[in-house]
Protein backbone atom coordinates (compact mmCIF):
# COMPACT_ATOMS: atom_id res chain seq x y z
CA UNK A 1 0.00 0.00 0.00
CA UNK A 2 2.57 2.56 -1.42
CA UNK A 3 3.91 3.46 2.51
CA UNK A 4 0.37 4.45 3.65
CA UNK A 5 -1.29 3.49 6.87
CA UNK A 6 -4.77 4.53 8.23
CA UNK A 7 -5.50 4.10 11.92
CA UNK A 8 -8.00 2.92 13.08
CA UNK A 9 -8.70 0.17 10.70
CA UNK A 10 -12.57 -0.54 12.69
CA UNK A 11 -14.47 1.64 14.40
CA UNK A 12 -17.49 1.41 16.18
CA UNK A 13 -18.96 4.49 17.97
CA UNK A 14 -22.02 6.91 19.05
CA UNK A 15 -23.85 9.07 17.55
CA UNK A 16 -22.84 12.58 18.81
CA UNK A 17 -19.13 11.20 19.65
CA UNK A 18 -16.58 13.13 18.22
CA UNK A 19 -14.26 10.70 15.77
CA UNK A 20 -10.53 11.16 14.70
CA UNK A 21 -8.99 9.10 11.68
CA UNK A 22 -5.51 9.34 10.97
CA UNK A 23 -3.96 8.54 8.09
CA UNK A 24 0.27 8.29 7.52
CA UNK A 25 2.53 8.44 4.86
CA UNK A 26 6.50 7.62 4.62
CA UNK A 27 6.32 8.56 1.00
CA UNK A 28 6.95 12.78 1.74
CA UNK A 29 4.21 13.08 -0.90
CA UNK A 30 2.98 16.74 -1.45
CA UNK A 31 -1.03 16.13 -1.52
CA UNK A 32 -2.96 13.88 0.57
CA UNK A 33 -6.78 13.29 0.64
CA UNK A 34 -9.58 11.72 2.84
CA UNK A 35 -12.33 9.77 0.50
CA UNK A 36 -15.26 8.24 1.81
CA UNK A 37 -16.84 4.87 0.06
CA UNK A 38 -20.60 3.85 -0.10
CA UNK A 39 -22.29 1.22 -2.26
CA UNK A 40 -23.77 2.82 -5.00
CA UNK A 41 -21.78 5.94 -4.75
CA UNK A 42 -18.53 5.34 -5.59
CA UNK A 43 -15.54 7.32 -3.58
CA UNK A 44 -16.16 10.54 -2.93
CA UNK A 45 -13.59 13.30 -1.79
CA UNK A 46 -14.09 14.71 2.02
CA UNK A 47 -11.06 17.04 1.91
CA UNK A 48 -7.74 17.29 0.73
CA UNK A 49 -4.16 18.63 1.61
CA UNK A 50 -1.95 20.20 -1.00
CA UNK A 51 0.77 21.13 1.43
CA UNK A 52 1.16 21.39 5.19
CA UNK A 53 -1.59 23.30 6.98
CA UNK A 54 -2.97 23.85 3.51
CA UNK A 55 -6.45 22.00 2.91
CA UNK A 56 -9.13 22.59 0.65
CA UNK A 57 -13.32 21.07 0.29
CA UNK A 58 -14.31 18.12 -1.34
CA UNK A 59 -17.29 17.30 -2.19
CA UNK A 60 -18.65 16.13 1.07
CA UNK A 61 -17.43 17.98 3.36
CA UNK A 62 -20.16 19.19 5.87
CA UNK A 63 -19.60 17.90 9.14
CA UNK A 64 -15.93 16.62 8.95
CA UNK A 65 -12.90 18.85 8.90
CA UNK A 66 -8.83 17.88 8.52
CA UNK A 67 -5.54 19.06 9.94
CA UNK A 68 -2.20 18.70 8.78
CA UNK A 69 0.49 20.00 10.90
CA UNK A 70 3.65 17.43 9.05
CA UNK A 71 3.73 16.28 5.73
CA UNK A 72 3.53 12.53 6.82
CA UNK A 73 0.04 13.11 8.67
CA UNK A 74 -3.08 14.27 7.61
CA UNK A 75 -6.03 13.61 10.08
CA UNK A 76 -9.93 13.54 9.54
CA UNK A 77 -12.16 14.65 12.73
CA UNK A 78 -15.73 13.93 12.20
CA UNK A 79 -17.07 16.24 15.11
CA UNK A 80 -19.78 14.91 16.09
CA UNK A 81 -20.39 11.28 14.10
CA UNK A 82 -24.19 10.62 12.67
CA UNK A 83 -25.12 7.67 11.27
CA UNK A 84 -24.70 8.64 7.85
CA UNK A 85 -21.41 8.96 8.43
CA UNK A 86 -21.18 5.44 8.78
CA UNK A 87 -19.01 4.57 5.60
CA UNK A 88 -15.18 3.18 4.71
CA UNK A 89 -12.86 6.06 4.51
CA UNK A 90 -9.97 5.77 2.12
CA UNK A 91 -6.77 8.12 2.66
CA UNK A 92 -4.55 9.08 -0.36
CA UNK A 93 -1.44 10.30 -1.81
CA UNK A 94 -0.11 11.85 -5.04
CA UNK A 95 3.53 13.42 -5.60
CA UNK A 96 1.66 15.84 -8.11
CA UNK A 97 -2.73 16.16 -7.43
CA UNK A 98 -4.39 14.84 -10.02
CA UNK A 99 -1.86 15.34 -12.96
CA UNK A 100 -0.40 11.59 -11.46
CA UNK A 101 -1.17 8.60 -9.82
CA UNK A 102 -2.84 8.10 -6.37
CA UNK A 103 -2.14 5.31 -3.83
CA UNK A 104 -4.86 4.76 -1.37
CA UNK A 105 -4.18 3.09 2.20
CA UNK A 106 -6.16 0.12 3.57
CA UNK A 107 -9.12 2.24 4.33
CA UNK A 108 -11.05 2.37 7.82
CA UNK A 109 -14.05 0.93 8.34
CA UNK A 110 -16.48 3.83 10.61
CA UNK A 111 -19.71 2.10 12.53
CA UNK A 112 -21.76 4.86 13.84
CA UNK A 113 -24.47 3.44 15.89
CA UNK B 1 -21.35 14.65 -8.35
CA UNK B 2 -19.80 12.15 -10.05
CA UNK B 3 -18.21 12.80 -13.37
CA UNK B 4 -17.19 8.99 -14.80
CA UNK B 5 -19.91 6.26 -15.28
CA UNK B 6 -18.58 2.83 -15.87
CA UNK B 7 -20.45 0.46 -17.80
CA UNK B 8 -21.64 -1.79 -16.76
CA UNK B 9 -22.20 -1.66 -13.50
CA UNK B 10 -21.56 -5.62 -13.22
CA UNK B 11 -19.88 -8.13 -15.33
CA UNK B 12 -19.36 -12.12 -15.15
CA UNK B 13 -16.94 -13.95 -17.57
CA UNK B 14 -15.24 -17.22 -17.80
CA UNK B 15 -11.05 -16.87 -17.26
CA UNK B 16 -9.53 -16.39 -20.62
CA UNK B 17 -12.31 -14.40 -22.08
CA UNK B 18 -12.15 -10.64 -22.60
CA UNK B 19 -13.90 -8.33 -20.63
CA UNK B 20 -14.46 -4.69 -21.62
CA UNK B 21 -15.26 -1.62 -19.49
CA UNK B 22 -16.34 1.87 -20.49
CA UNK B 23 -16.75 4.96 -18.50
CA UNK B 24 -18.46 8.07 -20.04
CA UNK B 25 -17.32 11.86 -18.49
CA UNK B 26 -19.00 15.06 -18.88
CA UNK B 27 -16.58 17.69 -18.62
CA UNK B 28 -13.13 18.35 -20.55
CA UNK B 29 -10.10 16.46 -18.84
CA UNK B 30 -6.43 16.61 -18.38
CA UNK B 31 -6.44 12.82 -18.10
CA UNK B 32 -7.61 10.06 -16.85
CA UNK B 33 -6.74 6.96 -14.90
CA UNK B 34 -8.36 3.41 -14.24
CA UNK B 35 -7.95 1.94 -10.54
CA UNK B 36 -8.76 -1.47 -9.32
CA UNK B 37 -10.36 -2.29 -5.64
CA UNK B 38 -10.10 -5.85 -4.43
CA UNK B 39 -13.15 -6.95 -2.09
CA UNK B 40 -12.17 -4.97 1.75
CA UNK B 41 -9.08 -3.35 0.24
CA UNK B 42 -7.91 -0.09 -1.02
CA UNK B 43 -7.24 1.20 -4.76
CA UNK B 44 -4.22 0.05 -6.66
CA UNK B 45 -3.84 2.14 -9.70
CA UNK B 46 -3.27 0.39 -13.05
CA UNK B 47 -3.33 2.94 -15.99
CA UNK B 48 -3.09 6.68 -16.83
CA UNK B 49 -4.06 8.11 -19.81
CA UNK B 50 -3.80 11.70 -20.92
CA UNK B 51 -6.17 13.90 -23.22
CA UNK B 52 -3.73 13.76 -26.20
CA UNK B 53 -2.95 9.73 -26.05
CA UNK B 54 -5.70 7.79 -27.69
CA UNK B 55 -4.34 4.42 -26.73
CA UNK B 56 -2.20 2.68 -24.07
CA UNK B 57 -1.16 -0.54 -23.18
CA UNK B 58 -0.06 -2.54 -19.59
CA UNK B 59 0.76 -5.92 -19.90
CA UNK B 60 -3.23 -7.66 -20.20
CA UNK B 61 -4.18 -4.45 -19.60
CA UNK B 62 -5.42 -2.08 -22.84
CA UNK B 63 -7.08 1.55 -22.32
CA UNK B 64 -8.52 3.90 -24.88
CA UNK B 65 -9.87 7.71 -24.88
CA UNK B 66 -11.90 9.49 -27.24
CA UNK B 67 -12.37 12.81 -25.89
CA UNK B 68 -15.03 13.82 -28.97
CA UNK B 69 -17.29 11.31 -27.21
CA UNK B 70 -16.11 12.18 -23.62
CA UNK B 71 -15.02 8.25 -23.05
CA UNK B 72 -12.58 5.57 -22.51
CA UNK B 73 -12.62 1.37 -22.34
CA UNK B 74 -10.68 -0.29 -20.27
CA UNK B 75 -10.40 -4.37 -21.92
CA UNK B 76 -8.56 -6.45 -19.76
CA UNK B 77 -7.83 -9.82 -22.59
CA UNK B 78 -7.00 -13.38 -21.13
CA UNK B 79 -8.91 -12.99 -17.96
CA UNK B 80 -7.64 -14.68 -14.76
CA UNK B 81 -10.08 -15.65 -11.48
CA UNK B 82 -7.40 -13.44 -9.74
CA UNK B 83 -8.66 -10.45 -11.90
CA UNK B 84 -12.46 -10.52 -10.18
CA UNK B 85 -12.42 -6.67 -8.66
CA UNK B 86 -14.66 -3.49 -8.62
CA UNK B 87 -12.88 -1.46 -11.57
CA UNK B 88 -13.36 2.48 -11.39
CA UNK B 89 -12.54 5.06 -13.92
CA UNK B 90 -11.21 8.36 -12.30
CA UNK B 91 -11.00 11.74 -14.06
CA UNK B 92 -8.60 15.01 -13.77
CA UNK B 93 -9.76 18.15 -15.23
CA UNK B 94 -7.36 20.61 -16.41
CA UNK B 95 -5.51 23.02 -13.04
CA UNK B 96 -7.14 20.66 -10.11
CA UNK B 97 -5.70 18.99 -7.61
CA UNK B 98 -8.61 16.53 -7.81
CA UNK B 99 -9.67 13.04 -9.14
CA UNK B 100 -13.37 12.30 -9.74
CA UNK B 101 -14.15 8.81 -9.41
CA UNK B 102 -17.24 7.04 -11.35
CA UNK B 103 -18.98 4.40 -9.50
CA UNK B 104 -17.07 0.96 -10.77
CA UNK B 105 -17.93 -2.02 -12.87
CA UNK B 106 -17.73 -5.29 -10.93
CA UNK B 107 -15.94 -7.88 -12.36
CA UNK B 108 -16.89 -11.40 -11.48
CA UNK B 109 -14.45 -13.95 -13.55
CA UNK B 110 -15.46 -17.86 -13.02
CA UNK B 111 -12.62 -20.18 -13.10
Known amino acids: DAGITQSPRHKVTETGTPVTLRCHQT?????MYWYRQDPGHGLRLIHY???????DKGEVSDGYSVSRSKTEDFLLTLESATSSQTSVYFC????????????FGPGTRLLVL | SQQGEEDPQALSIQEGENATMNCSYK?????LQWYRQNSGRGLVHLIL?????REKHSGRLRVTLDTSKKSSSLLITASRAADTASYFC???????????FGTGTRLQVFP
Open chain 1, 92 to 103: AISVAGGEETQY
Open chain 1, 27 to 31: ENHRY
Open chain 1, 49 to 55: SYGVKDT
Open chain 2, 27 to 31: TSINN
Open chain 2, 49 to 53: IRSNE
Open chain 2, 90 to 100: ATASYNTDKLI
